[in-house]
């Protein structure tokens, strides 16, 4: 029996990984590499996120983090949430460089939830989101038994918009006012997958090395 169990989260704690690119479960000790990668964002990620009680040092500190562990290990524990670092593989260790969550998990009759992600500008334009995304995708479709999933963008973020439209994800609504963002209320465009819509494919990594190959 695994340490947050199996009843209630199928399919977690579990390592992904593709290439150089590795989803694993976070970890006390990467509070530090999470503070820097976060602090040198500022200005990359602060238009994206939900607007934050406190100041982005306060709130992307090594100490923040340490709530922020907890908070996600409750959410997977529970069932809610799949919250993964996005690392680079580098000779025999891995560089965080990102974060993706499948989160908002509801089961029974829905079996849907809620895809997050943001990546270092440094490493930006490389694939490493839109394949940590097919990866997370096609073990929650799999052993992490849902059925459907969404990704919801501000209209403004190309880059992010980008990596969904690769992937094939469906656009299907717009959200008015729908999160609170950098300070104001905003819109959000809508975008939703079943595990139907890609199974001929052989997964959504499958899909997305064709993509890729095509492109090249």
């Not at 895809?115 to 995708?137: E, K, Q, S």
Request: hydrophobic fraction near 40%; charged fraction near 25%.
């Amino acid at each position: 029996m695994s340490l947050f169990g199996p009843a209630r989260s199928p399919g977690w704690p579990v390592e992904l990984a593709d290439g150089p690119v590795l989803l694993r479960p976070y970890r006390r000790s990467d509070a530090a590499a999470w503070s820097e990668v976060r602090r040198a964002n500022r200005a990359w990620l602060a238009p994206w996120e939900s607007s934050l009680p406190g100041s982005w040092d306060e709130m992307n500190s090594p100490a923040a983090f340490r709530w922020v562990h907890r908070d996600q290990r409750r959410s997977a524990r529970e069932g809610e949430g799949m919250p993964f670092a996005v690392c680079l593989r580098e000779g025999d260790r891995d560089r965080l460089v990102g974060h993706i969550n499948v989160g908002s998990i509801v089961r029974r009759a829905l079996c849907s939830g809620y895809v997050g992600y943001w990546v270092d500008a440094r490493v930006a334009g490389r694939g490493v989101i839109p394949t940590a995304l097919a990866l997370a995708v096609d073990h929650a479709f799999g052993p992490g038994g849902l059925h459907r999933v969404e990704v919801n963008i501000r209209p403004e973020n190309k880059p992010s918009r980008r990596v969904v439209e690769k992937l094939g994800f469906r656009e299907e609504s717009y959200h008015v006012r729908y999160m609170h963002i950098d300070g104001a209320w905003r819109d959000h465009i809508g975008y939703a997958m079943t595990s139907e819509e890609i199974a001929a494919e052989g997964g959504l990594l499958a899909r997305w090395h064709r993509v890729r190959a095509n492109a090249g």
